[in-house]
């Protein structure tokens, strides 16, 4: 992708949920330093897109920045969960990877694939389809999916299913803020009410020059510490007691 984006000369289209390091290094470098006739960046780049790994907060920060130097228009597309990157003549399609829940991709896991005159020819060909060549090994899936691997992913997920998705986009609640603590002591006795909570659990959003100056104290069972309990008073009589 950086390849082509350095590649282009003529035309340059990018649509994406957002940018890496990598990526928004290279449109700047086109944005300032290159005459590229058109230019096109279309981005989703919210606060989720960036939570689930679609897009670098500090490499979009820098590239709008770029782009609002020059006065170039970085474009907004809402919830858009695909790639496209046009470079002059060739396209290139693919599907962004969100790093909180994929790792990083190895070269045999592929998951775009690259339009140019060329690769159109040939794509019958590569999936297997060509009317001329039927005899000849496709490149892409020649790996078969064999039914016994299928009933595998389904005792796997059968031994232990998926969390609820509706429960997995709730469990995406960010917040910065302590809400709740629950502390169970059995065969012990408290004798110390009060804990001192870091200041990045219950303050994390403060500015950092402000953060070693913040206490933060929980007293739990404050209220009763000093309620009254009644006892039954139990009285014994000895022999030869009055």
Known sequence: MVRSIAGATRRLVFVAPGVSAAVAKALETCLTARNIPQIVIILDADEESCRLGYCDAPSLQSLSAAATKRGFPVRRQRGIRIGLLMADDEVLVWAPAPLMFEAPRSDDEPNGLLFT???????????????????????????????????????????????PFDLSRLSRVFSSKFQFIETVLRGAELTKREMRLDSLIVNSDAPEELQPLLHTTVQPFNTDADKAVNVIALYTTYPGSA
């Open 117 to 163: 005159p060329e690769t159109l020819q040939r794509l019958p060909e590569a999936l297997g389809v060509d009317p001329e060549q039927p005899a000849a090994k496709c490149e892409i899936g020649a790996e078969p999916l064999a039914h016994e691997e299928i009933a595998k992913v389904v005792a796997a997920i059968k031994a232990a299913p998926p969390a």
